[in-house]
């Protein structure tokens, strides 16, 4: 069974998450971000960088790194319309079966408070993740930053139906 996306799981509330601000481009990555991917020195990969909105309204921005052989495959339709998770298994050919995520929180700085519609030093959320196939090889890794006023509810895997999950409201 496949852990549903940030996207998928708002789309069950009713709302609609869709993508603005899209940038995709060849680059020689941080050193932490090459160390995840395991990619030899001076090597490049692909930066997706694009900030989310719910029903319209920016609440997230996100900077993600993907090894060269996948990013090749991704389309613009793909960078515009699907989430992360989405667009991932699509280029990888079967599902991604392990998201790792570590939460923290920050004060924007001027360009992100930008982005995200806030006033600079406004608490952010932020979500450092990674995605693993299922041979445990990274095919992504990144940082999403949202928005302090938004409450974001979702689960990474699946629980068994016999466990009710919290309604936000």
């Known amino acids: ?3 549903q996306s940030f996207e998928q799981q708002i789309g069950l509330r009713g709302k609609k998450v869709t993508y603005a601000g899209v940038r995709f481009r060849r680059m020689k990555p941080p050193g932490w971000a090459a160390k995840q991917l395991s990619l030899p020195k001076d ?21 993600r790194y993907i090894p060269l052989s996948l990013g090749r495959k991704v389309t613009q339709r793909m960078l515009e319309e699907e989430s992360a998770l989405k667009m991932l298994t699509s280029v990888h050919d079967r599902p991604i079966p392990v ?7 920050v004060s924007a700085g001027k ?17 450092d993740n990674v995605f693993r196939d299922e041979s445990g090889r990274v095919v992504q890794c990144g940082t ?4 302090g006023d938004v409450q974001i509810e979702y689960v990474l895997g699946v629980l068994p139906t016999a466990i009710p999950v919290r309604s936000a409201g």
């Not at 990969?45 to 309204?57: N, T």
């Not at 999403?144 to 928005?147: I, L, V």
């Open 1 to 3: 069974v496949e852990p």
């Open 43 to 63: 090597s490049e990969a692909y930066l997706l960088d694009r900030v989310r909105l719910i029903d319209g309204r920016p609440v997230g921005s996100e900077v």
């Open 99 to 105: 998201i790792e995520v570590m939460m923290t929180a």
């Open 111 to 127: 360009a992100l408070a930008e982005r995200l519609g806030v006033k600079p030093g406004s608490a952010i959320m932020v979500r």
């Open 144 to 147: 999403s930053y949202f928005r």
